[in-house]
C-alpha cells in the first residue's frame, strides 16, 4: 500500500479522491456488503474529533442525546405520504428474524421521523412538554446505485435531531439555528467554506414544509451538501398525532424540525484541503497534529537525538515515530499521505544546533527554529495553516462562481463539468422555484443546489426559464 | 409520569427495576419494534460517561477506533461451525433491499468477528502487521425471546474490539488486560464489585477457545455478566485464512481475542444501587453530580437567593433548577428520581446564615456547610458517596457469597430464588468444568457463572458430581 502512487487530480479527480482516501487510512470499499465501506483509523478519527465540536454545539444549544430502535415498523414509514414516496426505492427490509417469517416486516431506518412522531405522540401533551429537543447518533442505511467512500455509501453514521415546537416560528428559527452550526464547524473547524441556502422545493426533504443546507464547492467546482436543516411543518405531528395543549387551551399539532449531518462531510473535507501528494486535514480535526520523525545514522548519534526528541514531543503534545527498520523518508511519506499537519525533523545537526525543523504539510515550507521557540512556532504554524487552509479553499470558490442570464449559458457554463474532469463552477442566475423551471437542468445533469440566505449577488431579477421576477440569484452546480 | 408510584424492592424486585428505569428517565419500552427500548436522556448520558471511561483506557493501550459494516453475508456467519450454531437462532435477517429481493441475504450483526475475520486476511501479511488492535463502537441485533430494558434488548449498543497477534501467548495477554479494564471500570468508575473468572466450556463464547467475564452480583442476588473478552485462539484465524509469515519465514494463522461491554452495564448499574426512591447513581458516572434548587416565596426573598444561588453553582459546576411553577418538593422529587447524587438546597435562611444545606442522594442525609466551604464540601461528599457505594455493593456479595459442598446443599440454595423474589446467592462450590456436571444445575435453572481467576475461597477439592478433584471452587447463581 505504501509504495501505491496517487492518481493526479488532473488526470482523474474521482481517482485520486479514491487513492486518497485508501492512502490515507481514512476507509476502504467493503464490495462484499454492497455499497458499504470500513472505517479505517484515521478516518474514524476525524468523525470523532467531528462528532465532538458538533455535539458540544448541540449539548449546548439545549439539546440531548437519546437513542431509538434501529428497526422501524415498515407500515410507519407510510404514514407521512410524500416521506415514503421519497424513501421507499432506498429501503432495506428485515423479512426474517429469530428464525421465522416476520408478520410485518421492519425497515433499516434510512431517518428517524416516523418511529420518533410515534415517540413525540406518547412524550407530548401539552405546552408545558415544549419545546422538546433530541439528537441521536446512530448508524443509517439507504439503498443507493452509486456509491462513493464518504460521500455516499449504503450504511453511513449521522447524527439527526429531532426537534418539537408550540409555534412554527420557533421550529423555523431552531432549524435556522442549527443550519449555522453546521457552517460554523464546517468553516471554523474543517476550513471549509459554505454557502447556506434553502433547498428548492423539488430538492426539500420528503416530508419538510421546506430544507436548508450547506453548499461546499470541491477542488474540482463540483457542489457538496454538506448538512441539511428541515422546517418539518406540523407534517409528521399530524401523520403521528403528535397534538398539545396550547397556553390557551386549545389543541394543536407540533411543529418541528429535522437536521442532519454525516460522514460525507469527510468526504468533503478531503476533495476541499487534499493534494496529489495525499490526504491535507486541517489541525482543528487532525487526530495527530504533529509528528516527530528522528534522524540519525550511529548509535551515537541516536542516544543524543533521542534524548532531545522525547523531551521535545513532550512539550509539543505530539508522538515521535521511533519505528526501527523504517528510513525517515518513509516515515515523511507515511505521515504526509495520512495528513499529519506538521512533521517535525530532529538531526544530530539540529541537536547540536539547538534547532528543529518544522514541516507543513500544506505547503510543503520548512521552518528551522530553535528548540526553545519550537512550542510556540509549533502553535503559531497549526493556526496558521488552519488559516491557510480556509482562505485558499474560500479564493477557490469565489474564483468559480459566476453568473449566468440565460439557460443557454447555463448549459454553456456546465454542460461538459464531470466529477472526474472536474471544471465546474458554481453558476448564479435567477429561476423560479418551480420543479418545472428545475426540470430543464437535467438535461445537462445540473442542479439548483440552493437559494442562499444571504443575497450575495446583485439581487432581484427575471427567471430565466418563465422570466417573472424572482427576489434573488440562486446556485446552480453539477452536485454529488 | 412523576406522579407514577416505584414498586418497593421487597415486594417485585422486577417491576421496580423497571419502574426505576422508566421513572428515572433512563429509558422506555418500544414495544413496537419487538423487544427494543428507546434510550432517553438520562440513560443515554450515563452511557456517555461509560464510553468515555473505557474508551480513554481502550486508546492508552493501543486500540485504534474503526468501523464496520452493520450488514454481514449470511455465508460470513456459516465460515466458524461453532459460531453460526450459536448464533443462527438470535439472526435478523434482510432479504429485500432497494426494492429487490437480494441473491444473498445479509445478517444484522449479532458481533463482528466474521466481517472483521475478512478483513484481517486482506489486511495481515506479516508479524510486522502484528498485533493489530481495533476496536468499535456498534449497535448489534440478536433476537431474543424474553428482553428486559438493558439487561437484554433486541438491539442494543456496545463496543466491540476485536484483536490479532503473532502468539497464543500474547492473544491470551491482551484478552486478560481488557479483563482487567472491564473490572477496573465496573469497580472504580460504576462502584459495583465483579469477579473476574473464566467461563466454563458450556457458557463460552461461539467459536472462542475460552471466556473470560466479569460477573456482578444484583440487589436481588442474581448474577449478572457484565463484560466478556474472549480468547478466539486460530479458530476465526482459520475460517477466513488470516495468515502471517512468521519472523522465522513460515506461515501461521493469527491468534485472535474479542471482548465487548455494552448498555447492559445500565441494567448493572441500575440494580447495584438504585433504592425504593429511584434511581441511585455513582458520582463517577452521573451526568449531574449535583443539582441547586433555590427556595422562596415573596419576591425579595427571591432576589437574594438567586443571586447566591448564581454563584454557588458556577463555584460547583452545577445547574440552578430554576422553572417556575414547580415547587421546591416536586424538584426534589424529581431529581431524587434521576439519581442526581447531592441536591443543594439553598433558602433566604441559609443566605442569611452564610450557609448552604448539601443532601446525599444514597443516604438521604442533610449537611448543612458554610458557603465558604462548599464546594469542598460538595466534592468531598462526591468522593464519599462513590467509596460508600461501592463498601455497600462489596458488603452485599461478601454476605451472599456462600459455600456448597454437595449438589442438594447447591439447589436448597438456589431453588426458589427468582428474578422476582429475589434471594439469590453466589454459591462457591468444587465442579467440574464438564457441560455433563453443568447440566445437572439445570433442573434449578442455575448456572456455572464463572471460575474465578482468584483463589477466592479455599481452594482444591472433589467435584460434587463426579468426585473428581478440581483446583478451585467455582461459582454457581441464578442469573440475568
Redesign the interface.
Known amino acids: 500500500m505504501a509504495e501505491s502512487k496517487i492518481t493526479p487530480r488532473a488526470q482523474d479527480f474521482a481517482a485520486w479522491y479514491q487513492d486518497v482516501v485508501m492512502q490515507g487510512d481514512m476507509a476502504e470499499p ?1 464490495e ?3 455499497g ?6 484515521n478516518g ?2 476525524v ?2 474529533a467531528l462528532q465532538r465540536e458538533f455535539d458540544d454545539r448541540f449539548k449546548a444549544t439545549g439539546h ?10 415498515q407500515s ?1 414509514l407510510k404514514k407521512e405520504a410524500e416521506h415514503v414516496e421519497g424513501f ?12 421465522k417469517e416476520l408478520e410485518e ?2 425497515v ?1 431506518r434510512p431517518t428517524s421521523e416516523t ?1 420518533i412522531g ?2 413525540f405522540s406518547r412524550w407530548i401533551q401539552s405546552w408545558r412538554d415544549l419545546p422538546l429537543m ?1 439528537n441521536q447518533w ?2 443509517i ?1 439507504r ?1 443507493e ?1 452509486r456509491t462513493r467512500m464518504f460521500l455516499r455509501t449504503t ?1 453511513f ?1 449521522w447524527q439527526e435531531g429531532h426537534t418539537a415546537h408550540s409555534s412554527h416560528e420557533e421550529a423555523l428559527d431552531e432549524a435556522l439555528r442549527i443550519l449555522d452550526i453546521y457552517a460554523e464547524v464546517a468553516e471554523d473547524v474543517m476550513a471549509m467554506p459554505v454557502i447556506k441556502g434553502a433547498k428548492t422545493l423539488s430538492e426539500k426533504f420528503a416530508g419538510a414544509l421546506r430544507s436548508y443546507a450547506i453548499e461546499a464547492m470541491m477542488q474540482n467546482g463540483l457542489a457538496l451538501q454538506a448538512g441539511t436543516s428541515h422546517d418539518l411543518g406540523q407534517n409528521f405531528g399530524r401523520a403521528f398525532e403528535v397534538q398539545f395543549q396550547t397556553k390557551e387551551g386549545k389543541l394543536d399539532y407540533v411543529w418541528q424540525t429535522s437536521w442532519g449531518v454525516s460522514t460525507r462531510l469527510i468526504g468533503g473535507l478531503i476533495m476541499t484541503h487534499s493534494d496529489d501528494k495525499g490526504l491535507v486535514l486541517p489541525p482543528k480535526v487532525a487526530p495527530m497534529k504533529g509528528v516527530l520523525v528522528p534522524i540519525y545514522r550511529k548509535d551515537e548519534e541516536r542516544t543524543a537525538v533521542m534524548e532531545t526528541a522525547r523531551k521535545l514531543a513532550q512539550d509539543l503534545g505530539i508522538k515521535i515515530d521511533d519505528r526501527e527498520g523504517q528510513t525517515p523518508g518513509s516515515k515523511f511519506f507515511h505521515w504526509e499521505r495520512r495528513g499529519v499537519p506538521v512533521v517535525i525533523e530532529l538531526g544530530p545537526r539540529d541537536v547540536a544546533a539547538g534547532n528543529v525543523v518544522l514541516k507543513r504539510r500544506d505547503t510543503g515550507t520548512k521552518h528551522t527554529v530553535s528548540l526553545a521557540e519550537a512550542r510556540h512556532e509549533f502553535e503559531k504554524m497549526l493556526d496558521q495553516i488552519q488559516r491557510d487552509l480556509y482562505s485558499t479553499a474560500k479564493k477557490r470558490l469565489n474564483e468559480n462562481s459566476v453568473q449566468a442570464n440565460s439557460l443557454a449559458e447555463v448549459e454553456k457554463i456546465l454542460r461538459d463539468v464531470t466529477a472526474e474532469r472536474g471544471g465546474g463552477k458554481f453558476v448564479f442566475t435567477h429561476l423560479k422555484d418551480d420543479p418545472a423551471c428545475e426540470a430543464r437542468l437535467k438535461e445537462f445533469k445540473a442542479t439548483v443546489r440552493c437559494i442562499p440566505l444571504a443575497d450575495e449577488q446583485d439581487g432581484a431579477g427575471t427567471c430565466i426559464i418563465t422570466g417573472e421576477h424572482v427576489p434573488k440569484r440562486v446556485v446552480i452546480a453539477k452536485a454529488y
Open positions: 467493503a462484499i456488503v454492497k458499504c465501506m470500513v472505517i479505517k483509523a474514524y478519527a468523525w470523532e440531548q442525546n437519546v437513542y431509538f430502535p434501529l428497526l422501524i415498523p410507519f421507499s426505492p432506498e429501503l432495506a427490509v428485515v423479512t426474517i428474524a429469530g428464525g416486516p421492519y433499516i418511529i410515534h415517540f433530541l446512530a448508524n442505511i439503498w446505485l450504511e453514521l
